[in-house]
């Protein structure tokens, strides 16, 4: 039986969503629905004290403030971009588009399409978040995706250059300096001089994340966003000093963030532990990471390898690195998880950054019944069906017309029944419409 060595003091939940930041957040989509242009202005300049003459930038402005970066930063995001791009590409390839014929002159297949229109949204607040346009807009436009547009907030009154050199760069086709909810309102509902998207994509603080929860169903999104969530699986082969250093580099994301430790080695989770706290007072974002630890950090104890994946996968958690002598193991033993990372050589920073997977990933449990965003998401699996032997459609007619009827929908039924009538010459009992015609 498993141990737990560390326990979080605060659960990370998620919320009820019938709180005060759903009410004000229903305030601010109605308002943004009812006024448009208006609103958003109104907004802006309230809660971001941005109110330019025009949200979108225009091509010159866009070339002045991508010069004023360090050519090795957009060098860093072109190179980032293209791992992120070579992997999505890689995801579509593989989505194959199928027809059969299931009975002679019968028809039936699939396409993928993309979706017409992506909202991208770009955070800015503690971090401006510049890897969530590579995993946003680059996967969009690898699906195919026509029109992607792209928001991202101010931050303290000032454009963030790297962040709009990220968006251009993926291939974003309109860019705003918008954020928060007027700018998830304005990409849903539409206003004057934003047309309206069919998704949402990319993470947000907890006002984003909720509105993106209301207008669900009137816009796709990607996913329900939550805190960041990293499991470390780990035997006594892990350097406790390196999981400690990955513990907190997710920690850092926010302090509702949990980091937990599941490992078979008693030894590891002491000297993990005892890491953690040498490490902090030196981290620049230690007080975040030092109060997610202290809440929502856990360290359980597990008797053997197979029960530290039974216990992971019951976290279901986003990120999950194994940190064994065979961490390869992991991809036959565990099934819930957003992304697993294996070996010491990888590590959850990698995806978040660099790597080229997608970072937009299940959190909260989620990973029980969904996968992260991917090229996929950003597609529509369509149908379509054709008949062309007269006898095989009067063949399904006859059955369509039983099988109907016991569901009692009768209009069903007399579809089927006219391809019978027309392609067999099979009498209509309910009209006399083809008597002495010939249907064929």
């Not at 919320?15 to 308002?31: F, H, M, T, Y």
């Not at 907190?248 to 890491?275: C, I, K, M, N």
């Not at 959190?363 to 996968?371: E, F, H, L, P």
């Not at 063949?395 to 369509?400: A, F, K, P, R």
Request: with cysteine; hydrophobic share 40%.
């Amino acid at each position: 039986m498993s141990r737990t060595l560390k326990a979080a003091t605060t659960s990370s939940a998620a919320p009820s969503g019938n709180d005060s930041v759903g009410q004000a957040v229903r305030e601010l989509i109605a308002d943004v629905r009812g006024r448009g242009d208006a609103a958003v202005r109104e907004l802006s300049a309230r809660f971001d004290r941005w109110e330019p003459e025009s949200f979108r930038l225009g091509d010159e402005q866009l070339a002045e403030i991508i010069g004023t970066l360090d050519p090795q930063v957009i060098e860093d995001i072109k190179t980032v971009q293209a791992n992120v791009r070579r992997f999505a590409e890689a995801q579509r390839e593989s989505m194959s588009e199928i027809e059969i014929e299931t009975a002679p002159g019968v028809f039936l297949g699939h396409r993928h399409v993309p979706v017409q229109s992506v909202g991208a949204y770009i955070p800015g607040g503690r971090y401006p978040l510049t890897a969530s346009a590579h995993m946003t807009i680059v996967t969009a436009k690898a699906a195919g995706v026509p029109r992607v547009v792209a928001c991202t907030p101010p931050i303290r009154g000032e454009i963030p250059a790297a962040t709009v050199a990220a968006m251009h760069f993926a291939g974003a086709d309109e860019i705003y300096i918008l954020g928060g909810v007027q700018a998830i309102a304005a990409m849903s509902v539409g206003t004057e001089t934003i047309a309206p998207v069919d998704m949402l994509a990319g993470p947000g603080n907890a006002y984003v994340a909720e509105a993106k929860r209301q207008l669900f169903g009137e816009v796709g999104i990607d996913l329900f966003a939550g805190p960041t969530e990293i499991l470390i699986v780990a035997d006594d082969a892990a350097d406790p000093f390196v999981v400690a250093v990955d513990l907190l580099s997710q920690a850092e994301h926010g302090p509702d963030s949990p980091a937990v430790l599941v490992t078979t080695s008693e030894r590891v989770a002491e000297e993990a532990q005892r890491h953690i706290e040498e490490i902090l007072p030196g981290l620049q974002t230690g007080d975040i990471a030092g109060q997610a630890w202290r809440d929502h950090g856990q360290v359980i104890l597990a008797d053997d390898l197979d029960e530290a994946y039974r216990v992971a996968d019951g976290f279901a958690f986003e990120h999950v690195q194994i940190l064994t002598e065979n961490p390869r193991e992991a991809l036959e033993k565990m099934q819930a998880y957003g992304a697993l990372f294996l070996g010491e050589g990888t590590c959850v920073s990698y995806g978040d950054k660099v790597i080229g997977t997608n970072h937009v990933l299940p959190t909260r449990g989620a990973a029980r019944y969904t996968g992260g965003l991917w090229v996929g998401m950003y597609l529509r699996t369509v149908t379509y069906q054709e008949v062309r032997e007269p006898k095989s459609s009067a063949d399904l007619g006859v059955l369509c017309g039983r099988a109907a009827r016991v569901e009692l929908f009768e209009g069903h039924a007399r579809s089927g029944d006219v391809r019978a009538a027309k392609y067999a010459g099979i009498p209509l009992e309910w009209t006399d419409h083809y008597a002495g015609t010939d249907r064929a």
